[in-house]
């Protein structure tokens, strides 16, 4: 496998095309255990870390995992130094078309550079060990919303708000949100829901464009949890939040990047300085990882690894066809995740796993 490069002064890639890493294990455990354990299939020791001041190791990571059984799983690692989601399903998506048809031609991926994005200035000290995350035991659990689950919500803030045709985004991360802030063990008081939006449409692109082509927006600052945390409310601010956004040039005033310099700036995690609660929810619905075919049939089932940072939320489609409901994985602290995981509301939504 071949790749751009790798990591110089942990700021820029160097085009010296050292490629991506390939392993090939076994792994001796059953496949029904990896699928409800997923963290079996994936590389492990990874020196990557959250701001990590790392600047060793291939920046894109596959393994190929073969059971007893004879089935298999492909996983794959991609540095946010490198690329977002939407450019590892583009790499997969890629690779499993070649594996199918060795002889199909397709176009080269194109790796966005600093004309079209601002870069970070070389006179801000980057990725500094000071503001590695507390040392927490964070819990990962798997949260399913069915359809009709979704229609459901969906019907409720219709009938309460002014907002039309509210998608499962909207109400799933508004709901999950209001269940994370009700059930904090932090005391703090305050909250805030944080989402990322790709930017690819908004820019003069072609279709396989990688990189970190993304930007951030947020709700405001939740106080009054008894008037402010009502879903219908929530999804209102969402869907205002979306469309200040639109109203922006997102490319030359990055609000990620932003965020990323002034914790580079301060030392601290991104959000900290705001003396609240910050949940971050990124939606990767439009990527139809589940339907990514390598040769044998569509995958059993497509899933993330368990992260290590809290408040974060990865939505996904699940694998049936026939229903297009959403899996939700939830990283939390274990106090917290103790209370969210019995949230009424949210399970009368949502199926647990």
């Known amino acids: 496998m071949t790749g751009q490069g790798s990591l110089k002064d942990n700021a820029t890639i160097e085009c010296d095309d050292h490629g991506a890493e390939f392993f090939e294990v076994e792994i001796n455990s059953s ?4 699928i409800h354990n997923p963290d079996l299939t994936f590389p492990q020791g990874l020196s990557w870390g959250y701001l990590s001041s790392s600047t060793s190791g291939a920046l894109i ?35 499993a078309r070649l594996t199918r048809d060795p002889k199909l031609t397709l176009s080269p991926p194109y790796f966005v550079q600093d004309s079209l994005m601002p870069s970070v200035p070389f006179d801000v000290p980057l990725f500094s060990p000071v503001i590695e995350p507390k040392k927490e035991r964070c819990i990962q659990k798997r949260f399913v919303f069915s359809e009709s689950k979704i229609n459901t919500l969906k019907a409720l803030v219709v009938t309460e708000s002014c907002v039309q045709n509210p998608t499962r985004n909207e109400v799933v991360s508004a709901l999950l949100y209001k269940c994370a802030a009700s059930s904090s063990t932090t005391n703090l008081g305050r909250s805030q829901l944080v989402q990322t939006s790709n930017l690819r449409s908004q820019a003069p692109l072609p279709p396989t464009s990688i990189g970190n082509i993304a930007t951030i927006f947020s709700t405001p600052i939740y106080e009054n949890y008894e ?11 969402i869907r205002k939040s979306k469309h200040d956004l639109s109203t922006k040039n997102n490319l030359q005033e990055n609000e ?62 699940t694998p049936d066809d026939h229903d297009r409901g959403v899996e939700a994985f939830v990283n939390l602290n274990e106090q917290h995740m103790s209370v969210f995981k019995n949230d009424k509301d949210l399970l009368q939504f949502a199926t647990p796993f």
């Open 227 to 237: 008037h402010d945390l009502k879903l219908p409310k929530l999804v209102t601010d």
């Open 256 to 317: 990620y990047i932003r965020v990323m310099l002034e914790a580079y700036r301060t030392g601290k995690l991104p959000f900290h300085q705001r003396n609240c609660d910050v949940y971050t929810i990124t939606s990767i619905l439009a990527f139809e990882f589940e339907k990514i075919d390598i040769g044998f049939g569509k995958p059993t089932r497509a899933s993330q690894e368990s992260g290590s940072f809290s408040n974060l939320f990865i939505l996904m489609n």
């Open 61 to 95: 990571v596959a393994q190929l995992s073969h059971f007893e059984c004879g089935g298999i799983a492909l996983s794959l690692c991609m540095s946010h130094k490198v690329g977002d989601a939407c450019s590892a399903y583009y790499f997969l998506r890629d690779w």
């Open 31 to 34: 496949m029904d255990e990896a």
